[in-house]
């Protein structure tokens, strides 16, 4: 059993930034991906970004250009930097670690981006 702790999330104006971290309880290395969904509020959860082993990244249409996914190796951390927040990103975002047909999903950390 992986877990995750997610941190960083909060209130923030539009054009905003935050950062958000995750960090899990085993080597980020083990893991074939990890990532970030997030839910709104009354709609399904949707994928964010994702970094492979190897370091390849994906995003999502509606915040490529806005987010960065990364990890510092060092921290066995992986990070969403979210620049330009529209207040169409609030939701609960959650990151995961994907190991084999498995995904471990961490609590959630709450993001609200309103004036």
């Known amino acids: 059993q992986v877990q995750l702790v997610e941190s960083g999330g909060g209130l923030v104006q539009p054009g905003g930034s935050l950062r958000l971290s995750c960090v899990p309880s085993e080597n980020i290395f083990g893991a074939s991906s990890m990532g970030w969904s997030r839910q709104p509020p009354g709609k399904e959860r949707e994928f964010v970004a994702r970094?492979?082993?190897?370091?390849?990244?994906n995003y999502a249409d509606s915040v490529r250009g806005r987010f960065t996914i990364s990890r510092d190796n060092a921290k066995n951390t992986v990070y969403l930097q979210m620049d330009s927040l529209k207040p169409e990103d609030t939701a609960v975002y959650y990151c995961?670690?994907?190991?084999?047909?498995?995904?471990?999903w961490g609590q959630g950390t709450q993001v609200t981006v309103s004036s």
């Open positions: 970094i492979s082993f190897a370091g390849t990244t």
């Open positions: 995961y670690y994907n190991r084999g047909a498995r995904d471990y």
